[in-house]
């Protein structure tokens, strides 16, 4: 395994850190690359990096759970939970649970804002205040957009 993460490293990865936990064996932490490459400060198994969109995954799932739990609804709409965006998101009383997780939101990606990149908000607040009282990109459910929001 540890080889498998060398590789990843030398592929140009900042750096990487795998748990492997294989039936029969002690779970194991497996490093490479840096934590900060500029300081040559080695990664190791306690170093935290941005895992950008792979987040999406692991809300998909918190989502479905919430779900399964009866805690959330995919139908259930924007201004159903967040009360506050109608009239501030368009489409915030059409656009449901299940349309934001698949995309057809058709609420604008903050990070395609303009200069956006040249100074990346701080904070969840700050990229809503981004979009809020912007049109909506599409009629929500009636096409897809990859989107942060």
């Not at 400060?41 to 009866?70: C, E, M, N, Q, W």
């Not at 995309?103 to 904070?123: C, F, L, Q, V």
Request: aromatic share 10%; with cysteine; glycine share 6%.
């Amino acid at each position: 395994m540890q080889e498998q993460v060398n590789e990843a490293s030398e592929m140009g990865f900042d750096g990487i850190i795998i748990y492997g936990d294989e039936c029969g064996k002690e779970p194991a932490f497996y490093a490479a690359g840096y934590k900060n490459r500029e300081n040559k400060i080695p990664a190791d198994s306690h170093t935290l990096f941005k895992i950008a969109s792979v987040g999406k995954l692991y809300i998909a799932v918190a989502i479905s759970k919430l779900v399964r739990d009866g805690r959330l609804s995919l139908d259930k709409t924007l201004a159903d939970y967040l009360p506050e965006l109608h009239g501030r998101i368009e489409y915030a009383d059409k656009i449901t649970l299940r349309m934001m997780v698949r995309h057809r939101s058709g609420i604008p990606n903050y990070t395609d804002t303009y200069m956006y990149w040249a100074a990346p908000k701080e904070n969840d607040a700050e990229k809503l205040a981004l979009i809020l009282d912007k049109p909506a990109n599409f009629k929500s459910g009636e096409d897809y957009e990859y989107s942060n929001c």
